[in-house]
């Protein structure tokens, strides 16, 4: 059997065909390459600005783009979310500030003495850079 005797012997068939080839593309329309450099741009000379903050500046453009399209087009373009956009890994980050970091340690120890036992709280610090112990004991606990 051949599709002119199906379309022959079946007229609905053709009217069925022709409605397939006339219906419309479905679907949201694609995003202009200007739009998408305009989005890219914005995103780069701003990178502490979300796709929130991008959709909002764009409006006042009068270009109307829903977020999760901005963060698609971000994501193709090898662009990450708002905060990771631009600057340093934990690594340069923790190295960077390894001067200034120190570990503290707090808790309540027991004394016994001649007047009884003592409950105090403690709190020990250590700087990354010295690793000499800080000691602070406070008199009065709970």
Do not use: Y
Not at 46 to 58: A, S, T
Not at 80 to 92: C, F, H, L, Q, V
Request: aromatic fraction near 4%.
């Amino acid at each position: 059997m051949t599709p002119a005797t199906l379309v022959r012997w079946h007229p609905g068939a053709r009217s069925a065909q022709v409605d397939l080839q006339a219906s419309p593309p479905q679907g949201r329309p694609p995003v202009d390459a200007d739009t998408r450099a305009l989005i890219v741009r914005i995103a780069r000379e701003n990178p502490r600005w979300g796709c929130v903050r991008i959709k909002g500046e764009l409006q006042g453009l009068g270009i109307i783009v829903a977020a999760t399209t901005i963060r698609t087009i971000l994501r193709r373009a090898g662009l990450g979310p708002a905060p990771r956009r631009d600057g340093p890994t934990w690594r340069e980050f923790l190295a960077a500030q390894a001067k200034g970091i120190v570990a503290c340690d707090f808790f309540t120890s027991v004394s016994i003495s001649l007047t009884g036992r003592r409950r105090r709280r403690e709190n020990h610090a250590v700087p990354s850079q010295s690793r000499s112990v800080f000691r602070s004991v406070s008199r009065h606990c709970c």
